[in-house]
């Protein structure tokens, strides 16, 4: 069983920067996949992007040249760095993980909300 817990979510103008972090805790020996999906009100759950091992990363068109995902396997975390964030990159975040894509595990969530 793993558990994520999330961290780093907010309000952030539009343009800004807002960097989320994933941990991931329990019994397991190691995971392949972890990434970020989120989910605007009103719409389903989307890729925003993931990483394996080996060092493959997967980026949803719509953040390609503004997020960037990064892993830190020694410590079993995940971190996505936002810039120039839109309005439309306002929804709950939520850190993922397992064999994937998507993993088996979830985290609970995290609120972005980019406004002025």
């Known amino acids: 069983q793993v558990q994520l817990v999330e961290s780093g979510g907010g309000l952030v103008q539009p343009g800004g920067s807002l960097t989320l972090s994933c941990a991931a805790s329990?019994?397991?020996?190691?995971?392949?996949?972890m990434g970020w999906y989120r989910q605007a009100p009103g719409k389903q759950r989307e890729l925003v992007a993931w990483?394996?091992?080996?060092?493959?990363?997967k980026y949803a068109d719509s953040v390609k040249g503004r997020f960037t995902i990064s892993r830190n396997y020694a410590k079993n975390t995940v971190s996505l760095q936002m810039n120039s964030l839109k309005p439309e990159d306002t929804a709950i975040y939520y850190c993922?993980?397992?064999?994937?894509?998507?993993?088996?595990?979830w985290g609970q969530g995290t609120q972005v909300t980019v406004s002025s």
């Open positions: 990483t394996i091992r080996g060092g493959l990363r």
């Open positions: 993922n993980a397992g064999s994937g894509p998507p993993g088996a595990w």
């Open positions: 329990g019994t397991f020996v190691s995971i392949n996949l």
